[in-house]
């Protein structure tokens, strides 16, 4: 008796297994993640390449990569983290201009993740704002 109810189980488990197999989830294979976010992020091949390629930069925005684009080549999603190569400031006085832009001029360059521009504008601006609204002491 216990070897019809081992035969069973094999057959089943077998089965079960082989049905688990055949359904496993094809992945869109993705280009040029941050490394933060390596083996984080799977899109199911289900989805047609323009959703997922929205998908995609609707996850990377959220993660903290608003400049974030991705294009779609030969099956692939291709990230590109975006970057800032300019930064003009305009409708403030020219001593408090230029103080932004040498701050703003810290996110040129590859990639800025929100971080980094909260950092920039939260920090180090506000601060030195708050130091040109104070009243001399002198």
Known sequence: MSSKITW?????????G??????AQVLWEIDN????LLGKIEISKDMDSYNAANSLVHILENSGYPLA????KNDLLIVNLGR??????RGLDEVTAALAERYLRLLLGPSPTI???DYVLLRDISVCFWGLRQPSMT
């Open 8 to 16: 069973f189980y094999l057959a089943t488990s077998m089965a079960f």
């Open 18 to 23: 082989l049905q688990s197999e055949a359904t």
């Open 33 to 36: 993640l941050p490394d933060a």
């Open 69 to 72: 684009t991705v294009f779609i």
């Open 84 to 89: 800032i190569d300019e930064v003009e400031v």
């Open 115 to 117: 971080d980094d521009v």
